[in-house]
């Protein structure tokens, strides 16, 4: 959170205010994204990017899909790219 407080490119960002609606074993859930932000990138073209977050050995686990297949049809529809982020990218 800091790094997007003092990086210059990034735009605007917020933490787990979009709510994203879906659906596991018949349930309907909620699901929040980490992060959305807006980033200036060296073309000076503006991207919204929607993150989350997790450990890598959560990336297969059948709720994460479920949450993130529906996280990319809601970016797609809006014109945001989704990133899922583990320690690998971060560190």
Request: aromatic fraction near 16%.
């Amino acid at each position: 959170m800091l790094y997007c407080d003092r990086s210059p490119n990034i735009l605007e960002w917020s933490s787990e205010e979009i709510h994203i609606p879906y659906v596991l074993d018949d349930k309907h859930r909620n699901y929040y994204p980490d992060f959305l932000v807006r980033v200036k990138q060296k073309d000076d073209k503006e991207v919204t990017f929607m993150i989350e977050i997790k450990p890598s050995y959560q990336r297969n686990w059948s709720i994460n899909k479920s949450k993130w297949a529906y996280a990319r049809a809601y970016c797609k529809e809006h014109g945001y790219k989704f990133k899922v982020l583990t320690e690998k990218e971060l560190f």
